[in-house]
């Protein structure tokens, strides 16, 4: 007689599928797979061929073809400010990374899914969202906000009576919360991330220069050199930035210095910053007590921005650190909530 014969259905789905949790991000889409971990950390870009569901590349060879591709071809991204743009450029995303990640073993059944949306998400984007999971091959689909996602990930006690603050930014969202006994207690959601400080550079570059830039090529400068403090030694570094004259129309190198990029990004991060104290306004007395032991803690791609930690400390006030692999909190977090969805359920959105 089979061993499995008198399990539950709900264990046997467990026992042959291989869950996961995603992070569906506007820059990178990471994927989380039940006992395994983080399997897939690709950017989030997709490649077809025109007026037909053919997927020529996604992720990092996706990426690739941004803005160099023919008539024939679509290269995009179809994530804007932490929520879908185009939901079925986002399925044949999605649909190809869960292959990928399961090429090595076909699964019985569908999987489960948990996947961090941003707190400023609309019920119809949401709903966007839960389809593209559906038609990608979920037969259980779950959300969770990222920045509970993202506390989970970083470790944080959430389960506590007792305040953790988590800032969470992104390439499209940044997300302010305070956590207590497994709810948000308040917060914030801002659409400002990463991408708007690649626009920033393009800006200040087009602006002071006559010169028009990329917005991948912004992104290299702000990994290269930005910051949001400067210090000594960054401040004597410079690159030279190549792109298109505005005035001639010819190509054209100029040489942009630290100085210049954290004038560049001084509005964005004076937005994030603004955005954390509206937040600590917000939060009940008691709550705000424990915020001063346990101070701010950082996530999210965009937190790894040079000095950031320090200019938010300093401007609050308060303790602020970031997390161990700010980049994969979300998705750890969302992971821990698919292997435990009982334990997890109240942190899950209705």
């Known amino acids: 007689m089979s061993m499995f014969k008198f399990l539950p259905a709900q264990r046997l789905f467990s026992i042959f599928s291989n869950d996961v949790a ?37 992720g990092k060879e996706a990426k690739e073809m941004l803005g160099k591709t023919p008539e024939n071809i679509v290269a995009c991204r179809p994530m804007r400010d932490g929520v879908i743009t185009d939901l079925e450029l986002t399925e044949y995303m999605l649909r190809h990374f869960i292959r990928s990640v399961h090429n090595d073993r076909r699964t019985l059944v569908r999987p489960r899914m948990v996947i961090g949306v941003p707190s400023g998400i609309t019920q119809v984007e949401l709903r966007a969202v839960e389809d593209a999971a559906r038609q990608a091959g979920a037969r259980e689909v779950h959300t969770i906000l990222e920045p509970m996602a993202a506390a989970i990930g970083a470790g944080l ?31 914030k959601s801002v659409r400002i991330g990463g991408d708007e400080m690649d626009r920033a550079i393009v800006q200040y ?11 991948r090529t912004a992104e290299q400068i702000k990994i290269e050199i930005g910051s949001a403090m400067l210090d000594p030694e960054l401040s004597k570094r410079s690159v030279q930035v190549k792109g298109r004259d505005l005035v001639t129309g010819v190509p054209k190198t100029v040489t942009l210095t630290a100085q210049e990029v954290n004038e560049a990004l001084l509005e964005t991060v004076a937005s994030i910053i603004d955005t954390i104290r509206i937040a600590l306004e917000n939060t009940p007395p008691e709550l705000s007590s424990d915020l001063v032991d346990q101070g701010i803690v950082m996530a999210g791609g965009s937190s790894l921005l040079r000095g ?9 006030g308060l303790p602020v650190r970031v997390a161990e692999d ?22 899950l959105m209705r």
């Open 157 to 187: 006690m959430v389960q506590e009576p007792s305040g953790n603050m988590i800032v969470d930014i992104g390439g499209g969202t940044t997300e302010v919360a305070v956590i207590s006994l497994k709810s948000v207690v308040f917060c």
């Open 308 to 316: 950031l930690d320090r200019l938010i400390a300093k401007e609050t």
């Open 205 to 215: 570059v087009k602006r002071k220069y006559n010169l028009l830039v990329g917005e």
């Open 326 to 347: 700010p980049l994969f909190c979300v998705v750890k977090g969302a992971g821990k909530a698919v292997e435990n969805l009982e334990f997890f359920r109240e942190t």
């Open 22 to 58: 995603i992070d569906l991000g506007t820059a990178n889409t990471v994927v989380y797979v039940r006992n395994k971990g983080v399997v897939l950390n690709e950017p989030s870009v997709v490649a077809v061929r025109a007026h037909t569901s053919q997927v020529l590349a996604a």
